[in-house]
């Protein structure tokens, strides 16, 4: 704190939800149904001949409990790394290009909870192209070069396990992403591949936004398909309206699973977010989900060939 090139911050996010599918529900304090809970610290110092030394260290917490979110100190980000011109080159744990991309591609519902790009992905073994957990990569050396308003081009390598002595991981992973914004128009494309016992887990998402000024759309397309573990695909499409001092929020999203009978799975989902003010917002948001037979997917509750509604409601507080 006694140096004035780190700043402190984070999200206090927290809300009240129910959820129903078939016989099974769920009523009570949910976290971060726009933003996960986090506090952080990030900084920079200038080296000389425009070369910075950079570093985040992140962690999560459970605002109803007080709790980490997970039993790992920093475990929504950790890295180190150099920033010049020549781009920026980090390691540690740190997000893979997916999570980057789908926050601002497929973002016409917020944050990984209730937006149906990101939970419906969240559903396949092992799937990395949404902004959640499985995005951020251990043991990683990644390199980003460009900057918003142009192209930009990410690469990273993740060795995942730790490697000590004699012991030697075999599952490792290794994503590219490239993007371009200009004025209204974003487009992006990734691709994550994962090592795996038998068959590597190759991830592929295209994306788009557009802001009209008086609504803006998303759209992407992404699939996932690894040898006799998951073959799907995820088709969305998201729409945020400007209202007042808040915003109207919808989405649509369709899973196709060709590996499972009968094991598709659509969403829609509805949210009102009102600004308080720069830092601190209101929502409420629904969400819908139908099931086919073999098909078990919701946001607050999930029963195989059940339709799940889920509803919550919440503040988010950014410090």
């Not at 911050?9 to 949910?30: L, N, R, S």
């Not at 936004?209 to 992407?220: I, L, P, Q, R, T």
């Not at 040898?227 to 995820?234: E, F, G, I, S």
């Amino acid at each position: 704190m006694a140096q004035s090139n780190v700043t402190i911050y984070g999200i206090a996010d927290v809300g009240v939800a129910y959820g129903k599918a078939g016989d099974e529900t769920f009523t009570g304090i949910v976290n971060g149904l726009i933003s996960g809970p986090r506090i952080g610290f990030k900084g920079s110092e200038e080296l000389g001949k425009g070369v910075s030394a950079v570093f985040v260290l992140e962690q999560g917490y459970l605002v109803g409990n007080g709790a980490p979110s997970s039993t790992r100190q920093f475990h929504r980000q950790s890295w180190a790394g150099l920033k010049g011109a020549f781009g920026t080159v980090s390691l540690g744990r740190q997000y893979a290009p997916g999570y980057g991309y789908t926050a601002r591609l497929s973002a016409g519902m917020p944050g990984a909870l209730y937006n149906s790009q990101a939970f419906l992905v969240n559903s396949l073994p092992g799937a990395s192209i949404h902004a959640g957990s499985d995005a951020r990569w251990d043991n990683s050396i990644k390199y980003t070069r460009g900057k918003a308003g142009g192209l930009i081009g990410e690469a990273i390598y993740s060795f995942q396990s730790a490697q000590s002595g004699d012991e030697r991981s075999d599952d490792d992973k290794f994503g590219l992403g490239m993007g371009y914004g200009a004025g209204p128009l974003n487009v992006g494309a990734v691709y994550h591949q994962s090592k795996r016992p038998t068959d590597n887990l190759k991830e592929i998402y295209l994306g788009g936004s557009y802001d009209f000024g008086v609504a803006k759309v998303h759209a992407s397309y992404q699939t996932a398909k690894e040898d006799k573990v998951v073959d799907a695909a995820v088709a969305y499409f998201g729409v945020s309206v400007p209202v007042g001092k808040g915003s109207v929020n919808a989405d649509v999203a369709q899973l196709s699973d060709d590996l499972n009978d009968d094991a598709d799975s659509n969403s829609v989902s509805l949210a009102y977010i009102y600004g308080l003010s720069k830092r601190t917002k209101l929502y409420v948001m629904l969400n819908r989900t139908g099931n086919d037979t073999n098909a078990a997917r919701g946001v607050q509750a999930r029963s195989p060939g059940e339709t799940s509604t889920s509803l919550g409601a919440g503040i988010e507080h950014r410090f």
